[in-house]
């Protein structure tokens, strides 16, 4: 007896395409543009990027760092994305740092005019209002700056007595990002320790890239002739 097949030609046709080929996808995988089902795309690490930084700049970073070390598996992945994240971390606080200094100059310029422009018989209020309105103008007004100058020459003071004010200003502050750094470079130093029990040569490499994105280095785009080749 024959057996019949109750498949619609259409539906075999349909079925047949969609069986894994070479690689394992399916033909209408590849003919859509070759990309694979969601479930089976490899999970790409969270960015630790805040909304004013780039994820795509952290990206690039990964993605020039495993080009730099050649062929690694996911364990050697895992390491460098601890260690680029952990660099990253490094770059934003020591940014901070900056950033808490410079908003604290011009309150720290005024606090330092108050100082200058007090003379007996001078009201507090004249002298703040007369220090905040110089303040003001010392970051916009050339010849407001001009003007303070002179007064802070007069008493042998110049803009570096402006910035340790700011600095005594935010100092508890400073002192509590400086722990945050102080742990986080522990934590890279033991990331690096780790991978030195791996490979010398990698330990290497990564120590080199984190000491890149910590001083601000822009990620050169992957296939640059100017990324370095493993020897």
Known sequence: MVELSLDHP??????????????????????????????????????PVLM?????????????????????????KMMVDNICSTSW????????????????????????????????GTSDSSVRDEAEALARGWFIDPETKKKVSEILARFELDEFDIEAEAIRRCLPDLEGLNRVLASLQTQLDKSIRTVCGYSDWLAERLREVSERVIEGEKPVEPGSDKNPQRH
């Open 52 to 76: 004013n930084e780039s994820a795509a700049e952290f990206y690039a970073l990964l993605q020039q760092t495993e080009q730099e070390i050649g062929p690694c598996g996911k364990l050697v």
């Open 89 to 120: 971390e490094i770059a934003r606080m020591n940014r901070a740092k900056t950033q808490f200094i410079t908003s604290e100059l011009r309150p720290a310029l005024e606090t330092v005019l108050i100082r200058l422009l007090a003379t007996p």
């Open 10 to 47: 259409e539906e075999s046709k349909q079925q047949e395409n969609q069986q894994p080929k070479a690689g394992g996808v399916a033909q209408s995988t590849q003919e859509a543009g070759g990309q694979r089902p969601k479930a089976a795309v490899a999970a790409q690490p969270k960015a």
